[in-house]
């Protein structure tokens, strides 16, 4: 089993930044990838950044060119950089691991809010 813990959401205006941190413990060694997903009000959580054991990185398309995925492995943390955000990434950000096809570990959220 794997645990996740968040930190660095909180409020920011619109073209501000922040960085969230995961630290990942426990059954570590059995993960291939890591990311992050949010979820918005009245919304579907949706995958954000991603990136793989074997160096594959994801973005989706709304945040590209924006926002950072980064890897510590020796601190066993991913850090996702957040660049000049706007009100629609208001969401609960929560960091994910996957240790077979699909993302069974997930973090307790940290809520980001953006005002314009």
């Known amino acids: 089993q794997v645990q996740l813990v968040e930190s660095g959401g909180g409020l920011v205006q619109a073209g501000g930044s922040l960085r969230l941190s995961c630290v990942a413990s426990?059954?570590?060694?059995?993960?291939?990838?890591m990311g992050w997903h949010r979820q918005a009000p009245g919304k579907q959580r949706e995958l954000v950044a991603t990136?793989?054991?074997?160096?594959?990185?994801y973005y989706a398309d709304s945040v590209k060119g924006r926002f950072t995925i980064s890897g510590d492995n020796a601190k066993n943390t991913v850090h996702l950089q957040m660049n000049n955000l706007k009100p629609e990434d208001t969401a609960v950000y929560y960091c994910?691991?996957?240790?077979?096809?699909?993302?069974?570990?997930w973090g307790q959220g940290t809520q980001v809010t953006v005002s314009s």
């Open positions: 426990g059954s570590i060694l059995r993960l291939n990838a």
């Open positions: 994910a691991a996957r240790s077979g096809l699909r993302y069974d570990s």
């Open positions: 990136f793989t054991l074997g160096g594959s990185i």
